[in-house]
């Protein structure tokens, strides 16, 4: 799903209007009834509905609704919050319908906020995504009042007073808070960004009919992934395969008192499909690592190289980093890896540490590698100090461009950044993810698909979608508390068979 940016969603309307010959109010009449179709779903009949109205085009979607609402039979209360702001054209478009159909439903925001005993639940229709600048005065004061009351909130497009991207420069406390977003066509870009939770406690996406072709034509950099996306990049395997065509990867990991990342890594990548996988590990960590993965083959690297020439010619991707330590010596191994310019490597954990302790490396970065960090990790390898994960996002975006490597950007909504500039959202995943391990598990993967055949690109994409795809099954029978990294590996084989099936 692509996902656009405020200004070109608006040129996203207006070309649906001109090429389906439409009136602009035909397409708010459509809007309103998928918001309400979805509203259904969360009311019963004796509910009492607070819509809250602004003077835009947004408020215009809210009348809309509530005029469906009514006709539906669920008590409304309309309350217009326009404070001598001029109404737009379709938004009075609506009040004029609304007022036909039920005059006394309709109250003016007055000195007095309305009883919060005369209602069950507000629909916030006060602003949209196309927001510039902080709410201030009366409609401030109205947004400070919603957060105040202990109500479910539905908000239209974003939370009100949310900007469609970048908060940094924004008012947190003249944002409705902790609202279920019902997003129009597509989530706003906002409401994936960590910095914005407090506003988007959820959100779902309805279609409003904008023109598939228009959608399909403009471009944008951004995407949400979705399993209609992942099913089409699987690969079938021939009948007459065998282990060497499989892929062989060399995972680089583990250090004393780390044995378990290399392990977790080590069962992503053989439960993601590799034929064969070589552990080059410390010798301490032979035993652990050889009992708990039976499948993996082990060997100790040497003080100055992590394998021999020769050796690094045989695996078809390279993956280090997951507890593996930064001593002096694996610094100068790293550096020497880095130099046989491997072209299907990954890099994740210590040896993002290296390379941030060292920015020398950077520029020994293969083209096309891809790294794997969490924002803490990216804000020391990028040298940056950004105030939100929007402005992350543009310097993540501007680092893989500028070494032509692609970034996995860790958190929920993982952003796969590529180096062209296109950022991949992932889709799947969970809180219960937060817990020691489940970025080694995702580095195993990744490698796995990689050096499958996988192109980066997919590699990624695939390797996030799996990944959290695994932990959303594995809740079937854990919970958020008790998911341990572990589990992560041993429902991928229900994450395949899930991807394979049209349900």
């Known amino acids: 799903m692509k996902l ?10 207006r070309a649906t209007l001109e090429e389906e010959h439409i009136a602009s109010v035909e397409l708010m009449d459509r809007a309103a009834d998928a918001l309400t179709s979805h509203l259904f779903k969360h009311l019963t009949p004796s509910l009492r509905c607070l819509i809250l109205a602004g003077p835009g085009n947004n408020g215009g979607d809210a009348l809309a609704v509530a005029i469906r609402l009514i006709k539906r039979g669920q008590p409304v209360t309309v309350l217009l919050c326009t404070f001598g702001k001029p109404m ?17 439903t309709i109250k003016i925001w007055a000195s007095e906020p309305p009883d919060q005993s005369s209602f069950d639940l507000m629909v916030d229709g006060l602003f949209g995504s196309g927001l510039n600048r902080p709410l201030t005065g009366q409609f401030a004061e109205v947004v400070q009042w919603i957060n105040l009351q202990n109500k479910p909130i539905y908000s239209i497009d974003v939370p009100s007073g949310l900007f469609g991207e970048n908060n940094a420069s924004n008012d947190a406390d003249s944002i409705v808070r902790n609202s279920h977003c019902i997003c129009l066509e597509m989530p706003r870009i906002a409401c994936l960004l960590p910095e914005n939770e407090t506003y988007v406690r959820s959100w779902d996406a309805v279609s409003i009919g904008l023109s598939k072709q228009v959608l399909e034509t403009t471009e944008s950099p951004y995407h949400l992934t979705e399993k209609e996306d992942i099913q089409t990049l699987l690969k079938q395997r021939s009948t007459f395969v065998h282990k060497g065509q499989m892929g062989r990867i060399l995972m680089i990991a583990g250090s004393e008192g780390m044995a378990g990342a290399a392990i977790l ?5 053989l439960r993601s499909g590799c034929g064969l996988l070589t552990v080059a590990t410390e010798s301490v ?6 009992s708990a993965v039976a499948e993996a083959m082990c060997k100790t690297f040497q003080a100055e190289s992590f394998v021999s020439d020769e050796m690094m010619h045989a695996f078809t991707a390279v993956g280090i980093g997951p507890g593996l330590g930064c001593t002096p010596t694996k610094k100068k191994a790293f550096a020497q890896l880095l130099k046989h310019k491997p072209q299907r490597l990954l890099l994740d954990a210590d040896a993002l540490n290296m390379l941030a302790e060292d920015p020398v490396l950077l520029q020994l970065l293969p083209h096309g590698s891809i790294l794997t960090p969490h924002p ?16 992350r996002l543009q310097t993540a975006r501007a680092f893989a461009a500028k070494y032509q490597v692609y970034v996995v950007l860790k958190g ?43 192109s980066q690109t997919e ?32 429902m991928l084989g229900s994450a395949f068979h899930y991807l394979r099936s049209n349900h």
């Open 88 to 104: 737009s054209a379709d938004a009075r478009i609506q009040l004029d319908r609304l007022r036909v159909l039920a005059a006394p």
């Open 412 to 454: 929920a909504y993982t952003a796969c950044i590529l180096p062209d500039g296109n950022v991949h959202f992932n889709s799947t995943g969970n809180p219960g993810m937060a817990t020691g391990g489940s970025g080694d598990v995702l580095s195993g993967i990744i490698v796995s698909l990689l050096g499958q055949g996988y």
């Open 285 to 290: 960590c032979l035993p652990s690592i050889q």
């Open 459 to 490: 590699a990624c994409q695939l390797g996030c979608y799996l990944h959290g795809l695994a932990a959303d099954l594995a809740l079937e029978t854990q919970s958020v508390e008790s998911l341990l990294a572990g589990d992560i590996p041993s």
């Open 376 to 391: 803490g990790e990216f804000d020391r390898l990028s040298q940056s100090k950004p105030t939100s994960g929007y402005e």
């Open 265 to 269: 890594s080590a069962r992503g990548a």
């Open 4 to 13: 656009f940016l405020t200004g070109q969603i608006r040129d996203l309307d």
